[in-house]
């Protein structure tokens, strides 16, 4: 209490329009001359409990925090009185033009019941700028919509709890324009029991450019398993991440730019059933796929417009086991063959220990030390012919150890039957407890690729690249001399 009374006086100091300086000196507020957007503007910055305290320090502060931009409201600072102030700024504010944003964070599971929803339900309509609602600990039962919205954004994210994802309830017959003002929709650990919940926010969502589900998961299909189907004109943002059950992802949008999809085809129901991916958009730019593919990938429109892609995701050890499905893989790359720049992840699991680290530590060399050796699929000789990425300017890899595996995805990459005119420049990382082992791995690059015109060469950062020379020659004192640390070592 006494340091509360402290604080308040500090605050009342600083605004006083005549104060007495440090030298004795009388001051001048500058602050509450300012005009009441700027003085909201400040506000926006402070939870709303203490925008709403600031209206103790003068008769000018008095309503200041109602202009605020974003209301931010929180259970952190009042847990047990979280509805009564929430209910009484929502009030208060009310006398003022529409909220223009309006951020709900709750962490208490004593503020997530049925009287905490009927508010965020009340409170919704009245935004006209952004609603953004955070569950920080546990999660809502169910969230029922309003029946309709001004807001031009909407982020919810309703649980963060993995295995409990509260029912999120949309109207069922909404006016034609209830969300026509709605151009950004992100949905987060959500329930939904929805039949046809795309072709929903087809028709009851027009003016959409962004679309993000994580963590959705649909009651409705048999076993679970749904289709997403959405018919957007106006789309130019769609990321699906961890959407549960997929079996088919169809997407008509002349606007789509950036496409990016994450494990959405993992699930033991989704692999036995016909899964199957269309798209219809003549000016993506970017793709970012991380994990399995559909059993059929369709691209419906000529996507020699990619410039990039993205986030794809491999496997250690099973990169190359037939499970992996690489043909996917190949067929993936060769379908966006206009692409310029592409990114790989290796991903190894806790727990796995990388061959080549297994061999240096227990110093043995043996031929069973290797993973995955008894393998009967070869990418190089099933693909060496088919992969012809001629746009291809830079290739980064991360997560890279070296290990068998991984050296024949870089053969199918950039290796001998891979067609690369424009390539510019390879980087290849790997993680920070290996970085003493990045010498011999790329003593290991430079004679399992040692690629015409230009050098491979390790940056002051412990990264393995290669570098297209100028002049298009290659150049082999540079690259004997940025690796002669590496025969050191050896």
């Known amino acids: 209490m006494a ?190 029991q929805m039949y046809g919940f795309g072709e929903f926010l087809s028709s009851c969502f027009p003016q959409l450019t962004k679309l993000h589900l994580r963590s959705v998961y649909n009651m409705t299909g048999e076993q679970g398993l749904w289709p997403l189907i959405l018919h957007m004109d106006m789309l130019e943002e769609l990321k699906v991440d ?102 790989v992840c290796v991903d190894i699991p806790d727990g796995f220990k990388p061959s080549m680290v297994a061999r240096e530590d227990d110093d043995a060399d043996t031929e069973a030390a290797k993973p995955c050796q008894g393998r009967e699929y070869d990418p190089r000789k099933a693909h060496k012919e088919q992969l012809q990425l001629g746009s291809l300017r830079k290739i980064r890899i991360s997560g890279f150890v070296g290990t068998d595996p991984e050296m024949d995805l870089a053969d199918l990459l950039f290796g001998v039957g891979a067609t690369l005119p424009a390539l510019e420049r390879i980087s290849i990382s790997s993680f920070a407890q290996l970085r003493d082992r990045v010498d011999r791995i790329a003593l290991k690059m430079k004679a399992r690729f040692p690629l015409t015109g230009g050098r491979w060469e390790i940056t002051r950062w412990e990264e393995i690249i290669w570098t297209k020379n100028n002049d298009g020659r290659r150049d082999k004192h540079s690259t004997d001399a940025s690796l002669q640390r590496s025969s050191n070592v050896v």
């Not at 295995?163 to 969300?179: Q, T």
């Open 242 to 343: 961890d959407v549960y059950q997929l079996t088919l992802l169809q997407v008509v949008a002349a606007k789509l730019r950036l496409l990016t999809v994450v494990h959405c085809f993992r699930s033991l129901a989704a692999l036995t059933t016909d899964t199957l991916v269309k798209i219809s958009a003549p000016r993506l730019e970017v793709i970012s796929w991380s994990g399995r593919f559909p059993k059929q990938l369709n691209f419906l429109t000529d996507v020699r417009c990619v410039r990039r892609l993205s986030g794809l995701l491999v496997y250690w050890p099973s990169i190359s086991r037939i499970d992996f499905s690489l043909p996917d893989v190949v067929h993936f790359l060769e379908t966006c063959s206009g692409a310029d720049r592409l990114d």
């Open 3 to 192: 340091e509360r009374s402290r604080s308040s006086k500090r605050c009342a100091v600083a605004i006083n329009p005549q104060f007495r300086g440090s030298r004795g000196g009388v001051g001048v507020d500058r602050i509450s001359g300012l005009a009441n957007d700027l003085l909201g503007h400040i506000l926006s910055f402070v939870p709303a409990l203490e925008a709403v305290r600031s209206s103790a320090l003068s008769r000018r502060w008095r309503r200041a925090w109602t202009h605020t931009p974003d209301l931010k409201i929180s259970d952190e600072l009042h847990q047990e009185r979280f509805l009564d102030f929430a209910r009484a700024v929502l009030a208060q504010y009310g006398e003022a033009p529409d909220i223009p944003s309006l951020n709900v964070g709750i962490g208490c599971r004593s503020n997530l019941g049925p009287a905490t929803t009927a508010w965020l339900r009340d409170a919704m309509p009245h935004v006209v700028g952004s609603i953004c609602v955070e569950m920080d600990r546990y999660s809502l039962e169910q969230l029922v919509l309003p029946s309709s919205l001004q807001a031009k954004a909407m982020a919810l994210n309703l649980s963060s709890n993995f295995y409990h994802k509260p029912l999120l309830i949309f109207p069922e017959h909404p006016e034609p324009a209830a969300f026509s003002r709605l151009t950004e929709l992100r949905l987060s650990n959500v329930k939904l």
